[in-house]
């Protein structure tokens, strides 16, 4: 593996983004920065989902009534920009987490907005759950246990309630970050534990990790994890996960802080401690050259 593979269309981001969340207008945003940094990073293309494959892990009629505009979307609106969109980012989703469980190599889907959409509703800034799609692509694909290590800040109640209505909790492995309550007093015994969950996947034939960037003390929706504790998070998911061999296929998640740029920073050092892990990799003025 000589780059990270990305994949990442134009039509996943929506230009007009009117709400308090930035994740719809943020995968342009990312990979610009990723490319102005040298991240060797090779953009993969891809196409939309269709109905049908949303609809995997959803009812049908809400996915219909999503992108027909007759029901809101997870940020409350019938934006037809929006419902749009939705075709791209769960599709780049599922394109790395297949890529990565046919080809055993660590990808990335620049996209955040899944975790709270559950089986026949959205909420939180999530309209369908694209971890939960990429789980059941990659069921039909061949996997028989597929993990999400789900580290945004809150609780993925989505995720829980469509695994548990589609009866999968012998089949997905789901942990969640923010049902466990981490706080700036605890959150170094947390990081010292944190290998030991990451460990609990080894037998799953691809993890799809969320990389949320609203743990950050300093996000006014999370708050309890340092930047140099994020690092050693990232860090510790790629570092276990290349010793027991289990593919990752990455997202983004949260991140809320202002300006948005602290955000984008956050992100840039996930995608550092994955190009240093995979490609070993150093930054050497501007540039990531290989040792």
């Keep these: 593996m000589k780059s990270i593979k990305v994949f990442y269309r134009p039509e996943q981001t929506v230009k007009s983004n009117q709400s308090f969340s930035p994740s719809a207008g943020k995968p342009a945003l990312v990979v610009e920065s990723w490319l102005t940094k040298g991240f060797p990073i090779e953009i993969r293309d891809f196409k939309p989902l269709k109905a049908s494959q949303i609809a995997l892990a959803h009812d049908a009629a809400y996915v219909a009534n999503v992108l027909n505009g007759n029901t809101s979307n997870g940020f409350g609106n019938n934006s037809e920009e929006v419902a749009e969109s939705l075709k791209y980012t769960t599709a780049s989703m599922v394109s790395a987490a297949?890529?990565?469980?046919?080809?055993?190599?660590?990808?990335?889907?620049?996209?955040?907005?899944?975790?709270?959409?559950?089986?026949?509703?959205?909420?939180?800034?999530?309209?369908?759950?694209?971890?939960?799609?990429?789980?059941?692509?990659?069921?039909?694909?061949?996997?028989?246990?597929?993990?999400?290590?789900?580290?945004?800040?809150?609780?993925?109640?989505?995720?829980?309630?469509?695994?548990?209505?589609?009866?999968?909790?012998?089949?997905?492995?789901?942990?969640?970050?923010?049902?466990?309550?981490?706080?700036?007093?605890?959150?170094?015994?947390?990081l010292k534990e944190f290998s030991q969950v990451v460990a609990k996947f080894q037998d799953c034939d691809v993890l799809i990790y969320q990389a949320g960037a609203d743990p950050h003390i300093e996000d006014p929706l999370g708050g309890s994890l340092t930047s140099e504790q994020m690092q050693k998070r990232d860090e510790i998911v790629f570092k276990v996960c290349k010793l027991l061999k289990i593919p990752v296929a990455w997202n983004l998640a949260g991140g809320y802080q202002n300006p948005l740029r602290k955000v984008l920073d956050l992100h840039d050092t996930t995608m550092q401690s994955c190009v240093s892990e995979y490609l070993t990799a150093t930054y050497k003025e501007g540039l990531y050259e290989q040792k």
């Design 98 to 190: 297949l890529h990565s469980f046919r080809t055993g190599e660590t990808s990335v889907s620049p996209t955040s907005g899944f975790h709270h959409a559950c089986f026949a509703t959205g909420g939180g800034f999530c309209t369908f759950n694209g971890l939960m799609i990429a789980a059941q692509m990659c069921r039909l694909a061949g996997a028989k246990k597929i993990g999400i290590l789900d580290c945004d800040a809150h609780h993925g109640n989505g995720t829980e309630n469509i695994i548990k209505k589609l009866g999968l909790e012998d089949v997905i492995r789901h942990y969640t970050f923010g049902e466990h309550c981490v706080t700036p007093a605890n959150s170094k015994k947390w």
